[in-house]
């Protein structure tokens, strides 16, 4: 196993080297600079700010400064945010977006497998079509409907709870941005875990645990959920990265100030580090869920071996 571990963590070096190569020259194709405005700088003024941050330089000199500074551990400073590098704002930006996306995904895998479980128990009720619609619903509403309408009836007309910042990191500021991420979430979960139970009820191993006279709840909880939950294990890779590294149209909705805000004020300013940094924390999350997963995968189907 640590075999494997060692593997993909070598063979992920190129994959996030592509990444940055790619994300580095598309970020300069982009038009516009970092240091453009309505009102254009005086040519003395962007000649010393291009020579500060080494935009003087050929492309492919800039790249190779990147990616030494890079090598070293340091992300380089914000073209924009000009007292703050880039660590210091993914630092306090991160945890904020961490704490949301972990919250939200708890939330959401713990109401998707009840919701999923009960359908699947109950195929072709009332209670599974009724499970089924809202499930389908919950996928189809994107997160930019369903961010204001919850800022704008739970905060603006009934004012139960803000209607947007993060305050001290409170319950109340994070309940609406927490629902809002979980929502699509719990849909998502709840399909894969109805379908998933659905196969693993008819599956021989079951039958013949119930042949066993092995009660019901264990018969569903310990042989059923553990089969049912391989697909939502493979979903989970990539739902936990994009969660855990932050949203950018709750966060930018809701005002607040994780990576995900960081991200889209970045691209728009063409702070060009930011994003650069941004993109590598997304992209080192990505490598490490995926190969969570696989392991998680490994422990929950005995078929699976990676020796």
């Keep these: 196993m640590f075999g494997y571990v060692l593997r993909r963590l070598l063979g992920a070096i190129p994959t996030l080297f592509l990444i940055i190569t790619l994300s580095f020259f598309l970020m300069r194709v982009a038009p516009g600079g970092p240091f453009d405005r309505e009102r254009a700088l005086e040519a003395k003024v962007l000649e010393n700010l291009n020579r500060v941050f080494h935009l003087d330089r050929p492309l492919w000199e800039q790249y190779l400064y990147y990616l030494g500074n890079l090598a070293r551990g340091d992300l380089g400073p914000s073209f924009i945010y000009r007292d703050f590098s880039v660590q210091q704002l993914l630092g306090s930006g991160l945890p904020i977006s961490i704490q949301l996306g972990a919250t939200a995904l708890l939330l959401a895998l713990l109401i998707g497998s009840v919701l999923g479980t009960i359908a699947a128990l109950r195929q072709n009720s009332w209670v ?16 930019f409907v369903v961010a204001p309408l919850l800022s704008l009836v739970f905060g603006v007309w009934l004012s139960l709870l803000p209607a947007g910042g993060w305050g001290n990191g409170g319950p109340a500021n994070m309940l609406l941005p927490v629902i809002t991420l979980a929502l699509p979430q719990v849909a998502v979960i709840a399909r894969l875990i109805r379908g998933s139970m659905i196969e693993a009820l008819r599956s021989d191993h079951v039958r013949t645990a119930r042949a066993y006279g092995l009660p019901a709840r264990m018969v569903v909880i310990v042989h059923a959920m553990r089969a049912a939950c391989l697909p939502v294990v493979s979903y989970l890779g990539p739902a936990a990265a994009a969660l855990l590294t932050g949203s950018v149209v709750v966060e930018t909705i809701f005002g607040l100030p994780g990576i995900g805000r960081y991200f889209v004020q970045g691209a728009l300013n063409r702070d060009y580090t930011l994003v650069m940094g941004t993109v590598i924390i997304i992209a080192v999350f990505v490598v490490v869920f995926n190969l969570v997963v696989d392991l998680i995968y490994a422990a929950l189907d005995p078929r699976v071996r990676y020796d």
């Design 128 to 143: 599974d079509y009724g499970v089924t619609a809202v499930a389908t619903f919950g996928i189809t509403v994107p997160n």
